[in-house]
């Protein structure tokens, strides 16, 4: 793959969804400062790369523009472009950024399953809608970390998508099982009580429980179980910060069948338990 995954995640500094004017052949160039991943819902035109190339875009297109590069946006005039985008740094474990002249993917994705591809954007908006380094500080560090490593998921299988090399029929099942994964996570980001163990995530995908771990493990870079108990902690976070629900409803909404158990993982997690939790984030309310 170009970006060793192992090494680095994405730290991302802008999201949103952009409506080109409509009526005129709107046009913008300027380098880009970070990764930038476009999807286009609508419309069409081209993007002209800094060596000259141009890539047409159209509905379903997917770009990962790099930073330090210069591109230049033209629409139809009569066929005005909508996309979702998303800006983001690719950091290592020691807080440095990827170089830029380390390899890199081409800025058209192709290859992709769109419908998951745009869910999946539709996802981290909805969790960062319209994020910029400006507002950061109104997201909680929660939603940030869920929405970063769903981003990682989708980069992880568009570099995999650039993989030409492979023999077809080999890409095709990688593909196959990258996509299958990335439409249980968005499912299970859009409606988390569904999933209440590995089990239920496997049969949604249609795998065997062991088979989907591995897959869920090499597309999302984290065991499923794992991944399970950050998403449930994050969300108890949260009931614990705006809702006037007690502990056992909390425990119960988010699948846990022993509160005990859940104040247990809570305080392994976080430090403390859920009801010193609550008390301390109504503390800081009060003052």
Known sequence: MWVDWKRFRPQITMTGSAAWPQGERYGWSGAVRDHD??????????????????????????????????Y???????????????????????GSIRAHDEPKPPERIDNIDTASVEATFRRINTLLPYF??????????????????????????????????QPDN?????????????????DMQDRPEKYRSVQSLADQAGYSTGHFARMFRA?????????LIRLRIAQAKVLLTTSAMSINEIAETLGYSQTSFFSTQFRK???????????????????
């Open 170 to 186: 080999a890409f095709g099942l990688q593909r196959h099982h990258s996509e299958t994964v990335m439409r249980v996570l968005v």
């Open 132 to 165: 910029s380094h400006d507002n950061r500080d109104g997201f909680t560090a929660e939603r940030i970390e869920v929405a970063e490593s769903i981003l990682r998921g989708l980069l992880m299988d568009l570099d995999l998508a650039t993989q030409h090399r």
């Open 269 to 287: 997690k976080i430090g403390c338990s859920p009801r010193e939790f609550r008390e301390s984030r109504r503390s800081t309310a009060v003052h």
């Open 72 to 94: 230049e946006g033209n629409q139809d005039p009569n066929d005005p472009i909508t996309n979702h985008y998303i800006h983001f740094k690719l950091m290592d474990s020691d």
């Open 37 to 70: 991943i476009l999807f286009f819902k609508t419309g069409s035109g081209e993007i002209t790369a800094s060596n000259g190339r141009r890539i047409p875009v159209s509905p379903g297109t997917c770009l990962w523009l790099m930073p330090g590069d210069i």
């Open 219 to 227: 597309v999302v870079g984290e065991w499923p179980e794992q991944f």
